[in-house]
């Protein structure tokens, strides 16, 4: 079934460690984005990305980094995962840029 | 004021019943609107989308979208307990604004 796939599913950290989460889309979507929810606050926009190649800061890009060099891969990357980045990350890809998108299932972290 | 505004919720119906979710947005540029359906610890999953001011039917579920007004419309029809989910509205301006805003998601309960 077509889709983007996320891992890990979830995962608990400790403070300090660096931590590479992975998105994966077979539809061949040119843009990619990373998301963050929180109770209370919603989807929050981390980086995108229009197409392979190039990548752009969003809403909260602070202590995490992102890259793009194929079509279908778009790894998160928190450097050194602080607790305040405990949160529910959410890839999604859209045809062309700022199309609707779709989104994966998600990847629950805990950062202690 | 907030770019999005959604009703929390939560949101309780018996089965059946008509559901009426809204969002107003303050940002007149916004030309397309979504409406996502999440249910618990999955990833938005895209519900209906429209163009501009109107409505748009898919089954049980319609979109209304009133620019005018600022303020747009999701109505479920003979609502089921499968329908018990978030529902986040979704909107952007199009061209080069790739920005999705969304609302924070309406949490609806269907009773059997």
């Known amino acids: 079934i077509a889709g983007i796939t996320q891992a890990p599913t979830s995962q608990i950290l400790a403070a300090g460690r660096r931590m590479t989460l992975r998105c994966t889309q077979d539809?061949?979507?040119?843009?990619m984005y990373w998301y963050r929810q929180d109770l209370g606050l919603g989807l929050r926009l981390i980086h995108y990305?229009?197409?392979?190649?190039?990548?752009g800061k969003g809403e909260v890009p602070d202590g995490y980094s992102v890259s793009r060099a194929n079509t279908d891969d778009f790894p998160l990357t928190l450097a050194s995962a602080v607790p305040s980045q405990t949160s529910v990350y959410f890839c999604?890809?859209?045809?062309?840029?700022?199309?609707?998108?779709?989104f994966g299932d998600g990847t629950r972290l805990s950062i202690l | 004021q907030k770019e999005v505004e959604q009703d929390p919720g939560p949101l309780s119906v018996p089965e059946g019943a008509i559901v009426s979710l809204n969002c107003t947005y303050s940002?007149?540029?916004?030309?397309?609107f979504m409406w996502y359906r999440q249910y618990s610890r999955k990833g938005p999953e895209l519900l209906m989308y429209?163009?501009?001011?109107g409505n748009k039917e898919d089954g049980r579920f319609t979109a209304q979208v009133d620019k005018s007004s600022k303020y747009i419309s999701l109505f479920i029809r003979d609502s089921q307990p499968s329908d018990s989910a978030t529902y986040l509205c979704?909107?952007?301006?199009?061209?080069?604004?790739?920005?999705?805003?969304f609302g924070k998601g309406t949490l609806l309960t269907v009773n059997p």
């Open positions: 990305s229009n197409t392979a190649g190039t990548t």
């Open positions: 999604a890809s859209s045809d062309q840029f700022g199309q609707p998108q779709h």
């Open positions: 979704a909107m952007y301006s199009g061209g080069s604004n790739y920005k999705l805003t």
């Open positions: 940002n007149s540029a916004f030309q397309y």
């Open positions: 539809m061949r979507h040119n843009a």
């Open positions: 429209t163009y501009s001011s």
